[in-house]
């Protein structure tokens, strides 16, 4: 069994900064990606940034040049830094990861965590 576990949200004022953690625990053999989704209410959930072994990274058009998302493999732990935040930004961003556990890939998400942008 694997578990994703968000930390770092909360309320922060417009042009504010936050960091957002996601650590990966249980019987993991290897991670592929981690990334961050988040979901607005009356929304779909989106993608906010995504990393994959090697470092290779994706951002949403929205985010990008303001979002920084790293990875320590060491730590099975993914962060989305997020700078200038704006309120359309408000939403609960999820972790995701595709982690091997044995000899298959799977797909987790974590519990999620509130961000909170005002104007």
């Known amino acids: 069994q694997v578990h994703l576990v968000e930390s770092g949200g909360g309320l922060v004022q417009a042009g504010g900064s936050l960091r957002l953690s996601c650590r990966a625990s249980?019987?993991?053999?290897?991670?592929?990606?981690m990334g961050w989704y988040r979901q607005a209410p009356g929304n779909e959930r989106e993608l906010v940034a995504r990393?994959?072994?090697?470092?290779?990274?994706n951002y949403a058009d929205s985010v990008k040049g303001r979002f920084t998302i790293s990875r320590d493999n060491a730590k099975n732990t993914v962060y989305l830094q997020m700078n200038s935040l704006k309120p359309e930004d408000t939403a609960v961003y999820y972790c995701?990861?595709?982690?091997?556990?044995?000899?298959?890939?799977?797909?987790?998400w974590g519990q999620g965590t509130q961000v909170t942008v005002s104007s």
């Open positions: 249980g019987s993991i053999f290897s991670i592929n990606a």
């Open positions: 995701d990861g595709d982690i091997r556990v044995g000899a298959h890939t799977y797909h987790y």
């Open positions: 990393i994959i072994t090697g470092g290779t990274t």
